[in-house]
Antibody
Framework: EVQLVESGGGLVQPGGSLKLSCAAS????????MHWVRQPSGKGLEWVGR??????????AYAASVTDRFTISRDDSKNTTYLQIHSLKTEDTAVYYC?????WGQGTLVTVSS | QSALTQPPSASGSPGQSVTISCTGT?????????VSWYRQYPGKAPKLMIN???KRPSGVPDRFSGSKSGNTASLTVSGLQAEDEAYFYC??????????FGGGTKLTVL
């Protein structure tokens, strides 16, 4: 069974940093591009970015709204992808999902507040 | 990279059909056949219902169908059931390695 499990969310002060993790199982992780999507409470989905595979040089792409503060990485030895967020803003408060193909994780909540 | 445009709400009675539109531009929906539709229940993760404009993943009922004309994609739900009441989101490849979502449509089964 294909499964994604996000972790690392929590309460962070504005200006802080956070690193989210997404542990994958049930498929060939190293051969799959991984995406991150976020959703503020009561609002719609926003694509954050994606990371490709080793054969594609782990190429990353980001939404214009996050490109200077967000970094996506992966560790194929751990079947895990990461989303590092710097200089957190209150508007970054959202549930963050990782997704591959038709599978989504359960999400992890990031709350940015003083 | 602007969000795709969806109507905020749609509704229909049980057994009826309802169509939800998703309007983009010639740079996203109009340029590529990479349109997906997701269903989301409150508090739950989205579920892929349609990909590549009209392909249904395994397990998705054939009551769900997708199409595209020009810069607008559409999701049609036939034979509405109470369980179809949910939020629906479209997404599309926007070129330059970017993806974009629509604002979402709340489908109400009357």
């Amino acid at each position: 069974e294909v499964q994604l499990v996000e972790s690392g969310g929590g309460l962070v002060q504005p200006g802080g940093s956070l690193k989210l993790s997404c542990a994958a199982s049930g498929f060939t992780f190293s051969g799959s591009a991984m995406h991150w999507v976020r959703q503020p409470s009561g609002k719609g989905l926003e694509w954050v970015g994606r990371i490709r595979t080793k054969v594609n040089n782990f190429a990353t792409a980001y939404a214009a709204s996050v490109t200077d503060r967000f970094t996506i990485s992966r560790d194929d030895s751990k079947n895990t992808t990461y989303l590092q967020i710097h200089s957190l803003k209150t508007e970054d408060t959202a549930v963050y999902y990782c997704t591959v193909g038709s599978t989504w994780g359960q999400g992890t909540l990031v709350t940015v507040s003083s | 990279q602007s969000a795709l445009t969806q109507p905020p709400s749609a509704s229909g009675s049980p057994g009826q059909s309802v169509t939800i539109s998703c309007t983009g531009t010639s740079s996203d929906i109009g340029a590529y056949n990479y349109v997906s539709w997701y269903r989301q229940y409150p508090g739950k993760a989205p579920k892929l219902m349609i990909n590549e404009v009209s392909k249904r993943p395994s397990g998705v009922p054939d009551r769900f169908s997708g199409s595209k004309s020009g810069n607008t994609a559409s999701l049609t739900v036939s034979g509405l059931q109470a369980e179809d009441e949910a939020y629906f989101y479209c997404s599309a490849y926007a070129g330059n390695n970017l993806m974009v979502f629509g604002g979402g449509t709340k489908l109400t089964v009357l």
